[in-house]
């Protein structure tokens, strides 16, 4: 059976280095669920790659089509912008890994099925999670602190305890050492669950 693995976590956790380290080491086993966004692109971000960069027009016409599992709307200070995720077929003997949210993750549950759905949540003390997400604002072209503030705080509502306990198949890494560590963690849960 195909599993889908999803990495959730709080902004600054780690979840995309992880997420590149993971695909380096299980690659030939794990097949990326790349998402979509309506937001700009950061410094760096390539379409397709890291996010496939859509218009509001474009996720109205897929969604239309009903080739949408989840979709999140963040009013952020520059406005609106949508996450989702487009359907996808699951591939005999293939898995799948997403980042996401914890709604996402749900989402995938309703569209997949519990027992094919694995959310695995990225932890890091608030302090370097803060100082990560400050250096990653600076690095941009024009940096928004109030929207970094803002998704810094709205993560302690959406990863509250009791919504974390309310994720069947619930996994965590701690990300608070070195890399190779979560490494270490992510190959016990990924051949665990096998």
Request: glycine letters at 8%; aromatic letters at 10%.
């Amino acid at each position: 059976m195909s599993r889908i693995f999803c990495l959730v976590g709080k902004s600054g956790s780690g979840k995309d280095t992880l997420y590149k380290a993971i695909l380096e080491r299980w690659g030939r086993r794990l097949t990326p669920v790349i998402p979509c966004t309506t937001r700009p692109m950061r410094a760096g971000e390539r379409n397709g790659e890291d996010y496939f960069f859509m218009t509001q027009a474009e996720l109205a016409a897929l969604e239309e089509r009903g080739q949408v599992i989840e979709k999140r709307v963040y009013q952020t200070v520059q406005g609106p912008w949508t996450y989702f995720t487009r359907r996808f077929a699951l591939m005999e003997g293939r898995d799948y890994i997403a980042i996401t949210t914890l709604e996402g993750a749900r989402s995938f549950i309703g569209a997949f099925g519990e027992d094919a759905v694995c959310t695995v949540y990225l932890t890091l003390p608030d302090g370097e999670r803060l100082r990560r997400c400050l250096a990653r604002e600076e690095a941009q072209k024009s940096p928004d602190y109030a929207e970094l503030c803002r998704r810094f705080l709205a993560d302690e509502k959406d990863f509250a305890p009791e919504k974390l306990a309310s994720v069947p198949n619930l996994r965590q890494i701690s990300n608070a050492g070195a890399l190779e560590d979560a490494l270490r963690a992510w190959d016990a849960i990924y051949t665990e669950t096998k």
